[in-house]
């Protein structure tokens, strides 16, 4: 089967449909959104979904601030729901990053992000079931929560359709035609998708996506494992959510009696790695909850999973025209921060795609050839994910 559209976007996760749903807004609604699988089926459907605004950088931490106003009033936005749930987030790290984490705070306050610096007294009063070493460093942001991906994905793809979009699902993109160097169809499984835009959100598979138009994206895959555990409800009712940097890890609520933990970076291959959790590492990631949650001791570990961060060299992503191949685009390379981009990766993106630029937030510093450059966006810390 043939057809033609404005834009085809190769990969239905979190990005691909916020995409799909800003282009409609800004009338591009003769557009198909291709899914090898079904909607967030890839990173998105795996991710914690935390919803934080502590970055080193200005461009995250305005996109992450900006998206924040859609979880919170997603209904009103956009329609339908984010399953966004406030519950604050505590970041912590030693007194060895204390500069890097003032710096940030300084930093997101000129933007105006509600985040400040605490004591641990101050910790004692705002979630009194964390237990913090007088020595380290933290900060607060009342207005933090988490998410669900799914519910946000579909309600994107939902309102999408509604303007007259299409979604085609267990249709894998299979090549990208290109002549005279402008993009001129994208190739499916069930058929040839006329277009001259084409932009890939294909997660972890980009880099295979973008090889077939022989462009060598530098992306690579790190899995990151997510662990269940049912709260002693008695004991520790509820808890917000913790960055535990100085430790290396997360946590979160979620519903009325778990708690999630992600931990690990281990580099994989996109289609063979494994999907579970590894006990060892799970046991050691319980004995660092226990430390910060000493209650925790007697959770009930539910299960588990994993998944993966697709990871450009300074771990921030890639939001640009593909350099040498008029029409097409690539949103990629979110590692494990991009699910609360998404709103903002859609506005921008659109907006790139329709007028050239994106105006609502200058995304310059996520070009492709930064890396080239030597450009790369850098860290106030010591560690990768919350560069
Ligand atoms: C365990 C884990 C925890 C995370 N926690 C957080 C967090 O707390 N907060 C946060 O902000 N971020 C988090 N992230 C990161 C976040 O989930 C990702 O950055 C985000 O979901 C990426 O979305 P995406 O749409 O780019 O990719 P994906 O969700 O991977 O979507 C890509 C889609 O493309 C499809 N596809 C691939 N190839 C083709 C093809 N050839 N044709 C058609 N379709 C194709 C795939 O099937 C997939 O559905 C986490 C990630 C993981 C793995």
Redesign the pocket.
């Known amino acids: 089967m043939q057809q033609s559209a404005d834009v085809v976007i190769?990969?239905?996760?979190?990005?691909?449909c916020s995409m799909l749903y800003n282009l409609a807004k800004l009338g591009v609604t003769n557009s198909v959104l291709?899914?090898?699988?079904v909607l967030?089926?890839?990173?998105?459907g795996?991710?914690?979904?935390?919803?934080r605004m502590h970055y080193s950088n200005p461009v995250t931490a305005s996109m992450a601030w900006e998206s924040l106003k859609y979880f919170s009033n997603f209904g009103e936005m956009v329609g339908g729901t984010s399953g966004f749930v406030k519950t604050g987030y505590l970041v912590i790290v030693e007194d060895v990053d204390r500069p890097g984490l003032e710096k940030n705070i300084a930093m997101q306050q000129e933007l105006g992000i509600n985040t400040a610096v605490v004591d641990a007294a101050q910790v004692r009063e705002l979630a009194p079931m964390v237990e913090i070493d007088e020595s380290e460093a933290l900060a607060w942001e009342p207005e933090s929560g988490y998410a669900d991906?799914y519910q946000l994905t579909t309600s994107y793809a939902n309102r999408a359709k509604d303007m007259g979009a299409r979604i085609e699902l267990r249709n894998?993109?299979v090549g990208i035609e290109v002549s005279g160097g402008r993009v001129q169809a994208v190739l499916t499984v069930e058929g040839r998708r006329e277009t001259n835009v084409a932009v890939v959100?294909?997660?972890?598979?980009s880099r295979q996506?973008m090889a077939k138009v022989g462009i060598d994206l530098p992306l690579s895959a790190v899995r990151?494992q997510?662990a269940t555990l049912t709260r002693p409800l008695d004991l520790i009712p509820d808890h917000p959510i913790v960055g535990d940097i100085a430790q290396s890890f997360s946590f979160r609520p979620d519903g009325s009696n778990m708690t999630f933990i992600?931990f690990g970076e281990e580099d994989v291959e996109v289609d063979s790695y494994n999907e579970g959790v590894d006990m060892p590492e799970v046991t050691e990631a319980l004995g660092k909850l226990a430390r910060r949650m000493p209650a925790m001791a007697d959770s009930y570990f539910r299960g588990g999973w994993?998944?993966?961060?697709t990871v450009t060299p300074d771990w921030h992503p890639i939001l640009d025209r593909v350099p040498g191949i008029e029409g097409l685009y690539c949103a990629?390379g979110?590692?494990?921060?991009?699910?609360?981009?998404s709103p903002m990766i859609g506005v921008t993106m659109a907006e790139l795609i329709t007028q050239g630029s994106a105006s609502s937030i200058d995304i310059n510093p996520l070009r492709f050839s930064r890396f080239e450059e030597g450009d790369l966006l850098t860290s106030s810390y010591r560690y990768r994910v919350l560069a």
């Open positions: 190769i990969g239905g996760g979190v990005m691909g291709v899914e090898q699988d967030g089926s890839g990173s998105t795996r991710s914690q979904a935390i919803c991906p894998p993109a959100a294909s997660g972890p598979w996506v990151h997510v992600g994993s998944g993966l961060f990629v979110f590692s494990g921060h991009g699910f609360k981009l």
